[in-house]
Nanobody
């Protein structure tokens, strides 16, 4: 089955920027529903950004609109999350996920057996 590996997290000051990457390994023919999620300390995991079926980006979380941009490079089987104007409230573990059982856009946290989650990458904004 496909494996997802996130990278690019770190510590940054408020107002700074980071770019997260999510590389997919293995069978990648079922990555139509794919997106970024995050989980802040003491909070539930939430959808951040994803794609429509035509590849158009969609921002799930109103709090990041205008600041975060999702993109993907299908040739590299990699998805990105460009984050700018970061705020302390963006501090969270960021995950990428795919769920072939769910039609895009993928904003809901899935516990479906076919859903695949990465290990997460920590983003800390101070």
């Amino acid at each position: 089955h496909v494996q997802l590996v996130e990278s690019g997290g770190g510590s940054v000051q408020a107002g700074g920027a980071l770019r997260l990457s999510c590389a997919a390994f293995g069978p990648t023919d079922s990555l139509a529903s794919m997106g970024w999620f995050r989980q802040a300390p003491g909070k539930e995991r939430e959808g951040v950004a994803t794609f429509y079926s035509d590849g158009t980006s969609y921002v799930c979380a109103d709090s990041v609109k205008g600041r975060f941009t999702i993109s993907r490079d299908n040739a590299k089987n990699t998805m990105y999350l460009q984050m700018s104007s970061l705020k302390p409230e963006d501090t969270a573990v960021y995950y990428c996920a795919t769920d072939p059982s769910a039609p895009p856009p993928l904003c809901g946290v899935s516990s479906h057996p076919l859903a695949v989650w990465g290990q997460g990458t920590q983003v800390t904004v101070s």
